[in-house]
């Protein structure tokens, strides 16, 4: 008979660990960008590097989570707002950032207790009404400048060429925190029942699993995560405006990279906003033209292709980036006939 | 007799599990056939299978010579097959009588319609308006079966009656089998219970891990050997009923 | 005197939400999914309108006569392929193909008809209204009320009292089962799509008739749908128009006071119903 003993389980194999090496080695070319190329290269990277951060956010909300959000502008807005405020009290931006994850978390969790009373796709509906709702509020305050947005302080005596790079770096740095902390998140306890969840809901309750718990836990950290960009474009843009960082567009950026980079696998926010950037990069200027054919991208990918690039990728070679699973490294075949019969006489 | 219904070499799969292995069998008019098997032997698959909702990796369906196997299962229902589902799954917002007529959606004609359920079932008359859900489990069983009546099927599928009932209103509602199979229908039911189901048929077929591996005349069938069958002890006892020998491997 | 009026114009209001809603009620009801394009299509189809009326020499009511058939069929058609298709792809599909289209539809009204506001000429029928005591009651308005409750009767007769009525419920309640006595699911999918969009562009088209509409208004209608079905309670109709006026007397009544508070004050009794009363103002059966 088959028993566990006979299985040996690994989480990574070889291509796993000879990947950490090559991302090590891309996070370093990264690093010396600023040294190598004009600023206005490493300044648009900086949206790359905000694209991959709320991806991969949206990703681990919906991809592993199952919770689809429309609404996660909300704490982009949030994350914003809160580092003009700490500015105007004297904290460094780059500082004020970590404060807007914290407070971007601390309003996800009573927003979780409205927004978790409905159900799929009405969740996804719900999410963007409580977005709008923060924006309205927000521009209720004059002190941020009403409808109008503000300026942020305490970057300005910078030398431009300084701050640019300095921005860089920190937006390069979160991103690769955020990318490697969902990694640690998918293989912790959290992560496995996650799985456990996706695989099916009402088993795991059974099994113990508080499944509310646990997708209330992925909603704070995507809430966080998002805040975190929120503080990057403020720091980069120097402002904020309220209708463009409440911006459901935001969204649409999210569920395009993810689903045309693979929903469900770490790597697919990072293929995804690649090649949105990508797009970006080249057709922006067709403006409407661009827009519909993101959506048509969208569309064609959502109904026909629901793996994404990196899940037909990784389908076909069985190679992960980020071993989050598990597979049989090797199996010690005891030969089992599942048709003999139980009881012979 | 002409042969109704004929399954013939079926393969079907539920993910990756092999539910019904190379399974045929032919149903002939006004006859009743019991499927017998343990739980997991794929005996709701084939139900499924015949008719429709479930499709086969293999294999063809016949009935009365024509090939269905392509059909969805609305088209088998006009076609004239009616499955009664396991665990009676009736339409929880729709009242009993709405439950009912939802049957005459393929207006397929026939001997019966709601007079003649009622009939059949003289209690649902007064109580036709209400919400099914406070519906015994055999009440809820009776309508579940009127449902599929009402399409007036040429075959019936039933699908665990006894499912959660006490055995006395199962006994019941198999005491108006024989009414249903005098207006034309054949029936094609599956059951866990060796003796009920023997008590019943004219005919039945033993199922284990998706194989034949008894058929017979249910009244030459003994109980012992449909229970060895049953539970695959599959050796000893002299083998005068057709066998497969699948069985012994 | 004023607040009288206010509330009269708030329930007028809230009769063109329900007509929004509805549709949105019933795909929801049947299949479980949103049509997050749903507002889109509305103003999809008030733009069509437009262009037909602007150039050809027809009546308005032989527009509205050609248009909203049209997009019934365009529904059905909709949900036979794409819709259908995602279903199958998992659940997460129809919402990420919806919010595709809502982009499409957007950028393709903006490129046709540029981001300027546009109005669909009615003639009279936009301005005129008629006294009830001291307070004027606009015909317009009166006709969207009117509409919508005659919608959700038709919807409420097609479900109780056909076959085809019969057995959308039994599907919403059990496809799987359903298919056993008979249905084709994917038909019926088809016709309650089908009705969804029908509804939704009487919606447009009466959006159209009272007041300007841009290119981007369709998410704004979405989301005031999706309060009126919340607010009313998920899978009743009457809830929907219940929902769709409470909406309607609230936004209105706020606006009477500062009008720059009064979309915020819809949402916020969404949330209060959400916080509240979760199963809505008229619990539901389903369906």
Redesign the interface.
Do not use: C, I, K, Q
């Given at each position: 008979m088959n028993t566990p003993n006979s299985l040996l389980i690994r989480r990574s194999r070889r291509s796993s660990n000879l990947s950490f090496v090559a991302l090590g080695l891309v996070a370093v070319g990264l690093v010396m960008m600023p040294y190598v190329v004009y600023q206005s290269v490493t300044s648009s990277m900086v949206m790359l590097f905000v694209l991959v951060i709320i991806a991969s956010m949206w990703n681990l909300l919906a991809g592993f989570g199952g919770l689809v959000s429309i609404g996660q502008q909300a704490y982009i807005g949030i994350g914003a707002y809160t580092v003009i405020v700490m500015a105007d009290l004297g904290v460094h931006p780059l500082i004020g950032v970590f404060f807007g994850a914290l407070t971007s978390a601390m309003l996800a969790l009573p927003t979780s207790w409205l927004a978790f009373r409905l159900r799929g796709d009405y969740f996804a509906v719900g999410t963007w009404v409580i977005a709008e709702v923060y924006r309205l509020v927000m521009i209720k305050f004059q002190f941020v400048g009403g409808a109008d947005g503000k300026s942020l302080v305490g970057l300005s005596g910078l030398d431009p060429v300084m701050r640019s790079a300095l921005t860089y770096w920190f937006a390069l740095g979160i991103a690769i925190l955020t990318v490697l902390g969902c990694f640690w998140l998918l293989r912790s306890r959290i992560g496995l029942a996650l799985t456990a969840i996706r695989d099916d809901e009402v088993s795991a309750r059974a099994g113990g699993i508080d499944a509310t718990r646990i997708k209330r836990i992925v909603y704070l950290v995507s809430a966080a995560g998002c805040g975190l960009a929120g503080g990057i474009l403020v720091v980069d843009a120097l402002r904020v405006q309220p209708d463009a960082i409440f911006s459901v567009s935001w969204s649409a950026y999210m569920i395009f990279i993810v689903i045309i980079g693979g929903i469900g696998y770490l790597e697919g926010p990072l293929i995804g906003a690649l090649v949105f950037f990508a797009m970006q990069q080249f057709l922006a200027e067709m403006g409407t033209w661009y827009l519909m054919l993101l959506g048509v991208l969208a569309i064609c990918a959502a109904a026909w292709f629901p793996k994404g690039l990196w899940g037909a990728f990784s389908q076909k070679t069985g190679f992960r980036l980020f071993p989050v699973g598990y597979h049989v490294a090797q199996r010690f075949d005891t030969p089992v006939?599942s048709?003999?019969?139980?009881?012979?006489? | 007799m002409t042969t109704l219904l004929s399954v013939q070499e079926i393969n079907v799969h539920h993910g990756q599990l092999h539910a019904v292995r190379d399974f045929s069998l032919d149903v002939n008019d006004g006859e009743k056939t019991a499927v017998i098997g343990a739980n997991g032997a794929g005996k709701s698959t084939l139900m499924r299978a015949i008719?429709?909702?479930h499709r086969p990796t293999s294999g063809r369906i016949f009935l009365r010579g024509e090939d269905i196997t392509d059909l969805?299962?609305?088209?088998r229902?006009?076609a004239g097959i009616?499955?009664v589902?396991e665990g009676r799954?009736l339409?929880?917002?729709?009242s009993l009588e709405?439950n009912l007529?939802?049957?005459?959606?393929?207006k397929r004609r026939g001997t019966w319609s709601l007079e003649a359920i009622f009939e059949l079932f003289p209690w649902m008359k007064e109580r036709r308006a209400k919400p099914v859900a406070r519906l015994s489990g055999g009440e809820q069983q009776a309508v579940a079966i009127g449902?599929?009546l009402l399409?007036n099927p040429d075959v019936l599928l039933i699908d665990e009656l006894s499912l959660g009932l006490a055995p006395s209103i199962v006994a019941r509602i198999y005491g108006m089998i024989p009414r249903v199979v005098e207006t034309g229908c054949s029936v094609l039911f599956v059951e866990q219970n060796v003796a009920q189901a023997l008590s019943v048929a004219d005919r039945a077929l033993c199922l284990l891990?998706g194989r034949t591996v008894l058929t017979g005349v249910a009244s030459e069938l003994e109980r012992s050997e449909v229970e060895d069958a049953y539970?695959?002890?599959?050796?000893?006892r002299g083998g005068r009923k057709e066998r497969n020998s699948d069985a012994d491997? | 005197m004023q607040i009288l009026d206010a509330l009269a114009q708030g329930i007028l209001l809230g009769g063109l939400y329900t007509l929004f809603a509805v549709g949105l009620s019933i795909m929801f009801g049947v299949m479980r999914i949103v049509n997050l394009a749903h507002g889109d299509f509305a103003i999809l189809a008030a733009f069509l309108a437009i262009l037909l009326v602007g150039e050809t020499s027809f009546p308005v009511w032989l527009v509205v006569a050609i248009t909203v058939p049209a997009f019934a069929a365009i529904g059905y058609f909709l949900q036979r392929t794409l819709f259908q298709q995602s279903l199958n792809s998992g659940p997460l599909s129809t919402l990420l193909v919806t919010f595709g289209m809502s982009i499409v539809i957007q950028n393709a009204l903006l490129e046709a008809f540029s981001a300027n506001p546009q109005r669909l000429d009615v003639g009279q029928l936009a301005t005129a209204s008629f006294p009830v005591g001291p307070i004027a009651i606009p015909y317009i308005g009166v006709l969207g009320l009117m509409l919508a409750i005659l919608c959700i009767v038709a919807i409420e007769l097609f479900l109780r009292r056909t076959?085809t009525g019969?057995?959308t419920?039994?599907v919403?309640?059990?496809p799987?089962?359903?298919?056993?006595?008979?249905?084709?699911?994917r038909h019926i999918y088809g016709l309650a799509t089908g009705i969804a969009f029908g509804a939704v562009a009487i919606a447009g088209l009466l959006l159209a008739a009272r007041s300007s509409v841009e290119p981007t208004a369709g998410s704004m209608r979405l989301i005031f749908a999706f309060e009126a079905v919340v607010i009313g309670g998920l899978g009743s109709l009457w809830g929907t128009l219940v929902g769709g006026l409470s909406l309607g007397v609230v936004q209105t009544l706020v606006a009477h006071f500062d009008p720059s508070s009064s979309i915020l004050a819809g949402h916020l009794l969404f949330l209060l119903v959400l916080a509240f009363r979760p199963q809505g103002l008229i619990p539901a059966?389903?369906?």
């Open positions: 006939d048709r003999a019969p139980l009881f012979r006489n | 008719a429709g909702t969805h299962a609305g088209r229902v006009e009616a499955l589902p799954r339409f929880r917002s729709l709405e007529l939802t049957g005459t959606y393929r449902r599929a399409s891990e539970f695959g002890v599959a050796h000893g491997s | 076959a019969r057995m419920r039994a919403s309640d059990d799987d089962t359903a298919r056993l006595t008979g249905a084709n699911s059966r389903s369906l």
